[in-house]
């Protein structure tokens, strides 16, 4: 089946979170995972400083995987040719069991087929199991992609939005490292809820040295953020070119989006005369929280964490347990 190839998601390793979560990717879609995901595991013990730093790995992390790269990620409804293993399908509610998916015809494992509580729906092909063939088509969607829904920050159910939670918490990683270590002010409202009360709890307290706001498509281009939260291109990956001076925060770009334009959001002010009926939005019975372990991770994977204050704060958020792709479910 044609499959168009998009960037992975931030939250395509979020564990926990909401108890029933969608497919992780729209149909018709594929991503890949660079980063190795497969056997053999090796203690950081083991791993030399030089070999850590081929890998783009600048501070100590549990271990790491020693197989190849570039696991593939499809929407469940992609497959075609594939059967599951029964006796693999040992997940709390249905299928979440690693490599539990076979070809029909030879019954070789290709991958995972991940349909459980508290995890994306999903399936993960095994580096080696598939090949990549030209076809004609999907056709991508009509525009230059930038232009996204803003995605709310809040799920019907009342939870903060798990691809939220992900989205923010890689994002940190690059306004910390963009810090220097001096207190960074951001915007009374949303972006406080979600990005100035870690900051605060991170960085020393005192008169913000540092600005950090959204810039990007559709935005003045004046004056420029010292820290610019900029859209990342859902199909390509890159940023948004951030204006001259300033250093780019890249965001998921329906983050970005509902972040970016407030007068957009559901009971924003209109001007006189005109009405709406959405509803308010909702509001969560809880604090916001950024995902933790993909704050830590991003940040292993910085230069600037070799500095003796960002790895204090590295420290401080605690134990890394593995690789986020060795979680239950991906191949």
Do not use: K
């Not at 190849?68 to 040992?90: F, S």
């Not at 950090?212 to 420029?224: D, I, K, S």
């Amino acid at each position: 089946m044609p499959v168009a190839e998009v960037t992975l998601p931030p939250h395509a390793h979020r564990e926990g979170g909401n108890r029933y979560l969608p497919p992780l990717l729209e149909p018709g879609t594929f991503a890949v995972d660079p980063e190795p995901n497969e056997g053999p595991w090796r203690p950081w013990s083991e791993v030399t400083a030089a070999e850590a730093a081929e890998r783009g790995l600048y501070a100590p992390v549990d271990g790491l995987w020693s197989g190849p790269g570039g696991a593939v990620l499809l929407a469940p409804g992609d497959t075609r040719g594939t059967e599951l293993i029964p006796e693999r399908c040992e997940g709390c509610c249905a299928a979440a069991d690693r490599s539990n998916l076979a070809c029909a015809r030879c019954g070789r494992t290709v991958g995972t087929r991940v349909d459980d509580c508290y995890h994306w729906q999903a399936v993960w092909l095994h580096p080696r199991a598939f090949r990549r063939l030209p076809v004609e088509g999907p056709a991508r969607p009509a525009g230059d992609g930038w232009t996204v829904p803003p995605l709310p920050p809040v799920e019907p159910d009342g939870w903060w939005s798990d691809r939220w939670s992900a989205a923010v918490g890689e994002a940190l990683a690059e306004v910390l490292a963009a810090s220097g270590g001096e207190p960074v002010g951001v915007a009374p409202g949303l972006l406080t809820e979600t990005f100035g009360r870690t900051l605060h709890r991170l960085l020393p307290a005192g008169p913000p040295a540092r600005a950090l706001r959204p810039a990007g498509p559709g935005l003045p281009a004046v004056p420029a953020p010292d820290l610019a939260l900029v859209p990342r291109h859902p199909w390509t990956g890159a940023a948004w070119p951030a204006p001259s001076g300033t250093v780019a925060v890249p965001l998921d770009a329906e983050v970005w989006a509902y972040l970016a334009f407030p007068s957009l959001r559901p009971g924003s002010r209109l001007p006189a005369g005109e009405e709406q009926d959405d509803p308010l939005p909702l509001r969560p019975d809880r604090l916001f929280e950024p995902d933790r372990r993909l704050l830590r991770h991003r940040l292993a994977r910085l230069p600037a964490v070799r500095q003796p204050w960002l790895r204090a704060i590295y420290d401080r958020l605690g134990g890394h347990r593995h690789h986020p792709g060795a979680s239950e479910g991906t191949p």
